[in-house]
């Protein structure tokens, strides 16, 4: 069975830095659009992040826009996300998704979480103030 695995998580400082991973075990996931999600503790999962198969569309949430980036090799099935300027309000599980058609700027169905059939674990990610 397909799988995604996120990797990357820990424990940092407000301000600083981290990459996060999603590999997929199977290269039909190498074209898929790819999303990143959130949930804290007592919060409904959130959307963080999307990229097009091929790389060349990418959608945040207004809440991390300039701070993290969204990219992905497809040679590595791999999609990374670079978390800087991290705030206390950025701890959260980390997901990973992948859904089979490019993300759609007209209606947004990018940032829910029904959109994507295929996730992974989840990767914690904590900020302390």
């Known amino acids: 069975q397909a799988q995604l695995v996120e990797s990357g998580g820990g424990l940092v400082q407000a301000g600083g830095s981290l990459r996060l991973s999603c590999a997929a075990s199977v290269r039909t996931f190498s074209m898929y659009t790819r999303g990143w999600f959130r949930q804290a503790p007592g919060k409904e999962r959130e959307f963080v992040a999307v990229?097009?198969?091929?790389?060349?569309?990418?959608y945040y949430a207004d809440s991390v826009k300039g701070r993290f980036t969204i990219s992905r090799d497809n040679g590595k099935n791999t999609v990374y996300m670079q978390l800087n300027s991290l705030k206390p309000e950025d701890t959260a599980v980390y997901y990973c998704?992948?859904?089979?058609?490019?993300?759609?700027?007209?209606?947004?169905?990018?940032?829910?979480?029904?959109?994507?059939?295929?996730w992974g674990q989840g990767t914690q990610v904590t900020v302390s103030s």
């Open positions: 998704a992948a859904d089979h058609r490019p993300p759609n700027g007209y209606t947004g169905s990018y940032n829910s979480p029904s959109t994507y059939a295929n």
């Open positions: 990229i097009s198969g091929s790389g060349g569309t990418t």
